[in-house]
């Protein structure tokens, strides 16, 4: 049978350290789902890009503002997003881990330099409740939810090529 002590050490261990470890298991939990589903919700990002430009080339096809427009992978998890000109723009989009990065230029007219002036917004993978992967805007209080990788996408052709 145990001491009177280490029963009493156990219980304060149990009492105090709970609910750090309940929060170490959750974390556990979640950076797993992350890592599965993550890796999914970038690849449908990548194909909701290819077709939402795809469908702005088309509808710009003719037009003296129609420019060549590229979604290029150059790697399974980046993704490059250019245009030359009016608006011209150089984006490339990355995931890492739990992030997903969006390196941008982006101008008026005809095609500037890339290397100036980039900047950059951030998208932070999260968990639901029902263990569903959402991200959100890394920064911002609070950062805007994007539930399907097709509400991203959409988000990120707009920014890009809105004026």
Do not use: C
Request: a negative charge; proline letters at 3%; aromatic letters at 10%.
């Amino acid at each position: 049978m145990a001491k009177e002590w280490v029963e009493g050490l156990a219980k304060e261990i149990r009492e105090k350290h709970r609910a750090a470890a309940e929060e170490y298991g959750r974390a556990q939990h979640y950076a797993g789902i992350v890592a599965k589903q993550g890796n999914e919700f970038f690849l449908a990002l990548t194909a909701s890009l290819r077709a939402d430009v795809d469908a702005l080339r088309s509808q710009l096809q003719g037009d003296v503002t129609g420019t060549e427009t590229l979604v290029d992978s150059t790697r399974p998890d980046e993704v490059r997003i250019t245009r030359a000109g009016f608006p011209w723009v150089d984006a490339r989009l990355t995931h890492r881990e739990d992030t997903i990065t969006l390196d941008y230029a982006k101008g008026r007219g005809a095609e500037g330099d890339p290397g100036l002036d980039r900047q950059s917004r951030s998208f932070a993978f999260q968990v639901a409740a029902n263990d569903a992967v959402y991200v959100q805007d890394a920064f911002g209080e609070p950062g805007r939810r994007y539930e399907s990788p097709g509400d991203l996408a959409r988000e990120i052709v707009e920014f890009l090529f809105r004026a």
